[in-house]
């Protein structure tokens, strides 16, 4: 986070998906994710790293001083629609500013 910070970056995105088999939500089948632990010790990892960062990015920084945390779910596909609103509000509560669900199927997911 540092070095993101350092680079000027305004942004960073933790995501939930095995790293050796990363796949796109919208086309692949046989997603992977990490277990719960995991997924929530990225995104904890992230917020405690940009809240270190005080006063230049801490939660107490202007907004345009933070790095903004997205959390994205993979669980989606590869798990089930439960799973992926669980991990997404499990990440908002862990600090993440922005939460995404990936590969939502239908209009009535998404609501």
Same mark, same amino acid.
């Given at each position: 986070?540092?070095?993101?910070?350092?680079?000027?970056?305004?942004?960073?995105?933790?995501?939930?998906?095995?790293?050796?088999?990363?796949?796109?939500?919208?086309?692949?089948?046989?997603?992977?994710?990490?277990?719960?632990?995991?997924?929530?010790?990225?995104?904890?990892? !992230?917020?405690?790293?940009?809240?270190?960062?005080?006063?230049?990015?801490?939660?107490?920084?202007?907004?345009?001083?933070?790095?903004?945390?997205? !959390?994205?779910?993979?669980?989606?596909? !590869?798990?089930?629609?439960?799973?992926?609103?669980?991990?997404?509000?499990?990440? !908002?509560?862990?600090?993440?500013?922005?939460?995404?669900?990936?590969?939502?199927?239908?209009?009535?997911?998404?609501?």
């Amino acid at each position: 986070m540092r070095g993101f910070s350092a680079a000027g970056a305004a942004g960073i995105l933790i995501e939930d998906q095995v790293a050796a088999a990363k796949a796109c939500g919208h086309v692949s089948r046989g997603k992977r994710v990490v277990g719960r632990a995991e997924a929530l010790a990225r995104v904890r990892a !992230a917020v405690d790293a940009r809240d270190e960062l005080a006063p230049c990015g801490g939660p107490n920084a202007p907004a345009d001083a933070r790095i903004v945390v997205v !959390a994205r779910s993979d669980a989606r596909q !590869a798990e089930s629609l439960e799973e992926a609103l669980w991990r997404a509000a499990a990440f !908002a509560d862990l600090g993440a500013d922005v939460v995404f669900v990936d590969a939502l199927a239908s209009a009535g997911e998404m609501r």
